[in-house]
Every structure is written in structure tokens, then in C-alpha cells.
């Protein structure tokens, strides 16, 4: 894509904007929207308007810098287009002064040394245009004079629908430049861009997912003039206009050298490593980088739109009327609402004196916030009191989740305990994906859609994949959350460097040491056995784990045995059938198509044992089981998986204890480790009195 650059004096101020329709900031600075100190005001329909007439407000002047300022007297613009990624470049770094094309073709040579081998000078050139060369009111629709060399020029479809073209012959999307100077039609537009405005507020969209926005809101034919919406949005301050790769400026270790200049992608926020340069017909590039790191959400590159919705549109939210009555929920005594034990409600309550104390978040980042409980000490309700006390604020909230399949077993959750709040649920093919919700339920990925659009932002099973180290999918729910938002971390396992955060005070957060039935955690036994390889070479299973695994049978317990490899999973499931004959005996892994089916008959009892890789450590549960994980010693088990797949076992009333096997021939680190953080919970719920024996007094 090409845009066009241009400078506007205002208040003795230049300032640089860059223009997907130029016809629009023409109007709106040489129109004449400021009377007095009356702001020109409308009144919407559909539920999206202004609120009619307004006194010294600085809604028409975009962020309100420029509010109750005289139309502007002069606009220095280029020529020609060129490409975002330089136009937005440009527009950052502009510090003060009318455009000059000196100044423009430094700028475009610090950031593409060789530009001026593939851009014209032509285009470079700087058109200078004043108030009165325009005049105002009906007249000016038979065309703009730039000078005697460059008019453009307004000519007429095979439709009788008139379109404006730019001094290179490039056709302006949009309706046709006079329609822009009558009042009702100019009112019209407003109201259509202020629609828009209110429904990417607090998203991060591609064009094509705008027009799919604009589409699902009743804007249907908005998509041939989405360019007229979105730049009368971003004057007047309620859209931000970016490429999809920018230039960043990299932070040095040493302040005193001079930083170094990459491009990033704001959509994913990856760097270098993860683009590519080819050659684009769109914007006349011969190397215009895109991101390989979120491709599958579509094609962010340096030419490509990224439209950032501001906060500045919630005030058309309210001033409407669309904004919920407060007090549906009551958070203030999160145990008698949600029915919690001691322990959840201790936890709860805890985080909900983070979220009410104020605090200074300049240059600290968003607070933070850990619940760290054990597996299966319900994360879910815990959060719910954090949820009701957001709404209870007219506060946004997402709880983003790393798999598909937890977002749908939540969805009906949440619904349930928060009926009167609107619910969505993302993931991808998600029919929810553009309604505007109090609740968003989402995957970690559709994070990269949003910006700056959530205050309460809650991360389920952070140390999980894909979440777990992507950086990516971290810098997508940092840009989601509000800059004086809040986060909640949950987890049973959080990452070394929390933890380390916790010991050093540095994270506050909030222990649930037990479940909900109030017994300790299984503590993994320890069986010493050869690898899994050898076991299968010889086509033979060691009797001490044949013994084992007998005695799990006899007593009626669903076996889960955790292995490391894909491949190991069908030549171990015929070795136990040959050892088992009479016993149900499954396997399954990430490849495998019936691996829900599976998981439904093993919890049927159809099926006895159940052989998996750690696709299954998170969010099963089966009433009564014992775990045994093979290979416990390989280097693709960390600690934080021993702990989860160890999880899996003793979730029931009916069978708190269970039992868990670590079966290795080394006893490592990692074993070490998931052994002591199990028993640390223990020890800690056994101090606190949370122990069903400690309340029993036995």
C-alpha cells in the first residue's frame, strides 16, 4: 500500500500525518469544524452516535491537541504516494517544520539507504497547499488545484459514479470529492467512522479483517470506502494508522553507543529473524519484508495497513448509553458467592486486594499478579470474584488460555456464573470473532487482534505450549491489556524465573497448596528401571513394572503411562496387549485423529490403560487413576511436566491419594525437583490447617 505524507500548521505547530485519503484531510482541516467555541457535533443512530452538541470539547480536532484551534491555512503534502512503511517512519520521526523534500529524502535514506533507487524524485516532491487556493463550501467539488502542473482530476465509471485520481493516476477509494463538502453527506461519513471507530476499539486489524469487521457491524458497503472511514477516524484521534512492520528502535546494553535501528512486527512483535524480503507489486519495494512468525493470521508486512482502535472511542460508548449498569456482581466476599473452600477463598481474596490498591505502573510495566495452586484445586472459581469485581467497575476482561479445547470447556463456565455479561469466545473459526463482549474467553494466538482493549487480563496455565517461551504470543497479551490494566497469572507450575520473582518478593501471589477434597498430593514413588527402547527391543516388559501396573488393575484404577516419543506409542500398546490379554488397552499423541474418542472411553472405563505423550498432562480428569511416566529421566520431561502429568492422579473424593510412579534409571534433577515442590505444597497446606487430617485433628 501507498499513502500519501503531508505537514498542517496549527497553533504556530506543524504537525506530520500521513493520509490513506487526502480528501478527507482537506475537509477536515480546511473545513472549518471549529465555530466559536461550539464543537460541531451530530447525532448517530444504531446506537453508535455522538451526543449532539458539546462546548469546548476536542472531539473534531482528533486527540485533542489542536481542540477549538481555526482551520488550518496551509498543508505541505508529497506529491505522490509512497509506501507505509516509510510514510509511517516518517510521520514518527518528524520532529518540527513544514515538509521540505530535503528533509523527506534524509529521513527515507537513514531507514533504506538505497531508496532513491526505486522511488522517483518526482514522488518525493513536496505540492504546497493553502486555504484560500481551495475555497470551501459546495463549489469545490469540480476539483483541487495543487498548481498549474498538478490537478487532479475527478472523471466518471461505467456506473455514473464519479472518482478521484492523484497526480500519478492512482484512483482514491472512496466517493467523490465534492460529496466530501456537503454537510449532510460529511455528517454521514462521521457518523459511519465513528461506528467503525467504536467497533475496532482496543483491536490491532489487517485491512482485510476491517472490512470483515465493518461487514459483520452493518457496514456492508463500507468496504468501498473503508480508506474515507478509517482516515476521518485517525484525525480525529480514535484510530491509529501503522504499518504492519515497523522500524524500532533497539535498546543497547551500553546507553552510550548509538541504537540500532530493526524492523518489528507490531501485529506478533517479532524481530529480524523472523521476516523475509521480497520484491512487492503493491508498494514498488524490491525487498519488502513480511512476518513469517504470524502468517497464518495473514500476511503483516512493511506496506501492509495495521489500524490500532484507541480508548479515545469509549467515550461514544457511554455518552450512548451502551455501557452496562454496574453492581450485577458482587465480589467483596468471593467464599459465600462462589461457594470456595478456605484455601480458594484465602487466594481470592488475596488477589483481589492487588487489583484495588493503586499503584505507579511508569516505567514498571503492567502489576502483576500469581495464583499458584496445585493441579486440581479449581483455578477456574478462584478467578471468578477477580471477574465480578472488573464488572462490577465496567471494566473489560480476558482470560486467554493456550488450547482450543480449554476455551470450549470454559465457555459454558463462565456463562453460567455471569449470565447477565456478555460473553465471547475466540479461537480460530470462532462465529464471535467481532462481537464486542464484557468477557472474552480467547486462545493465546487471537491475542495478536487486540490492543490496548482489556483492563483485568488473566493468562491460564502460563508455562504451557505454545505460551511457554513464545515471546510472540507474550508481547500479544502485553498489547492487549490497557496500560494501567492488570494481569493474573495462573498456574500450577509457574516458570523458574517466577519463581525466583516470588522468593525475592519481587511478584506478589497467592498459594492454594490442596484440593478441593482436602488431602495431600500423591508423591511420586520411584522404580528404577532400563529405558523404554531396551523394553522394546527385546519385545518384553520388566517384571517389577508389570507388578506395578497389576497392582494399579486389581484395584480398579485407570492407568495413565506417559512416555516421551510419538513413535513408542503403538509397539508399546501391543507389548502391554501381549502382557494384558483380557485388559483394554489404548494409545494416542498429538497425531493421532481419534485422540478425543479416546480420552471419552478411557473415562468410560471402556478402555484401561491408556498410553500417551505429554499432549494429556493438562486438563483431563478421570475420577480414579494412577500415573506411571516411562523414560522419567529424559531430557524432553522438565520438572514442571513431572509435576502435571503426576497431577493427573488423585483428583476424586472417592480416591484422594492415587499413586504416581517416576520410572527412569537415573533419579535427575527434574525428578528431584517435581518431588520437592509436591511435597513443599504439602508441607505448606499441612502449616496453614488446610489438611482434611489437620481439621480433623487426626
Known sequence: MRVYVYTVQVRDKWVCRLTLDWRVDVRY????????????GYRGDEGFGFYGEQRNENVMRGSGEYGGAQPAEEIRMTASPIPLGLAAY??????????????????????????????????????????????????IGKGIWWGEENR??????????????????????????????????????????????VGIQGRSLLTHELQDLLASNGLKDAGQYWRTLAQLAYVQGLAELRSGLAVH????????????????????????????????????????????????????????????????????????????????????????????????????????????????????GVPSFLLWAVTGAGKT?????????????????????????????????????????????????????????????STTHQLMRFYHMF????????????????????????KACKPDGRFIFLSATPPDAMQRDVRRGKLPHAKVPVRFHRHPLPVPKRLTLQPLRQALDRGALPIPLV??????????????????????????????????????????????????????RFRQRDSRMLVTTTILERGVTIPKSDVFILDADSALFDSASLVQMAGRAGRSLEDPAGHVTFCASVWNRAQQHAVRQITSMNRIARQQGYLKSTIDGR
Open 90 to 139: 516518517i510521520t514518527d520521526q518528524w520532529r518540527t517544520g513544514p515538509l521540505e523534500t530535503k528533509r523527506l529524502i534524509q529521513l527515507l535514506q537513514e531507514v533504506e539507504p538505497r531508496v532513491m533507487e526505486w522511488i522517483s524524485p518526482r514522488d518525493l516532491q513536496v505540492i504546497q497547499m493553502k486555504r484560500e487556493d481551495v475555497g470551501r463550501g459546495q463549489g
Open 547 to 600: 507388578r506395578s501396573l497389576t497392582y494399579s488393575i486389581d484395584r480398579g484404577a485407570q492407568v495413565f503411562i506417559f512416555i516421551t516419543r510419538i513413535k513408542q506409542v503403538e509397539p508399546f500398546v501391543h507389548l502391554l496387549r501381549h502382557h494384558f490379554p483380557n485388559l483394554p488397552v489404548e494409545g494416542t499423541s498429538s497425531e493421532d485423529a481419534d485422540r478425543a474418542e479416546k480420552v471419552i
Open 29 to 40: 482541516w480546511f473545513g472549518g469544524e471549529v465555530v466559536g467555541d461550539e464543537t460541531i
Open 152 to 197: 487532479n482530476e475527478e472523471g466518471m465509471d461505467g456506473n455514473g459514479k464519479r472518482s478521484v485520481h492523484g497526480s500519478d493516476g492512482m484512483e482514491v477509494e472512496g466517493i467523490c470529492h465534492g460529496d466530501l463538502w456537503h454537510d449532510e453527506r460529511w455528517s454521514g461519513l462521521k457518523r459511519d467512522a465513528i461506528r467503525m471507530a
Open 249 to 364: 528502535e533497539a535498546r543497547r546494553r551500553f546507553p552510550l553507543l548509538r541504537r540500532q535501528r530493526e524492523l518489528r512486527c507490531l501485529r506478533c512483535g517479532s524481530r529480524a529473524g523472523s521476516h523475509r524480503r521480497t520484491a512487492c507489486a503493491t508498494c514498488g519495494s524490491p525487498g519488502c519484508a513480511y512476518c513469517e512468525a504470524c502468517l497464518a493470521m495473514g500476511r503483516s508486512r512493511a506496506c501492509a495497513l495495521l489500524l490500532h482502535g484507541t480508548a479515545a472511542a469509549a467515550r461514544f460508548v457511554a455518552a450512548a448509553g451502551l455501557a452496562r449498569a454496574a453492581g450485577r456482581a458482587h465480589a467483596t466476599e468471593p467464599g459465600a458467592r462462589w461457594r470456595l473452600s478456605e484455601a480458594q477463598h484465602d487466594a481470592s481474596r488475596a488477589a483481589l486486594r492487588f487489583l484495588q490498591q493503586p499503584c505507579d505502573t511508569a516505567g514498571k
Open 455 to 478: 483492563d483485568l487480563v488473566i493468562i491460564d496455565e502460563l508455562d504451557a505450549f505454545p505460551y511457554h517461551n513464545n515471546e510472540q504470543l507474550q508481547y500479544a497479551a502485553r
Open 381 to 441: 472459581e478462584m478467578i471468578f470474584p477477580l471477574i465480578a469485581h472488573a464488572l462490577e467497575r465496567e471494566q473489560r476482561v480476558l482470560i486467554a488460555t493456550p488450547r482450543r479445547d480449554v476455551v470450549l470447556e470454559l465457555a459454558p463456565r463462565i456463562a453460567q456464573a455471569f449470565p447477565d455479561s456478555r460473553l465471547a469466545t475466540l479461537y480460530g473459526g470462532s462465529p464471535d470473532r467481532w462481537m464486542a463482549a464484557e468477557i472474552t474467553l
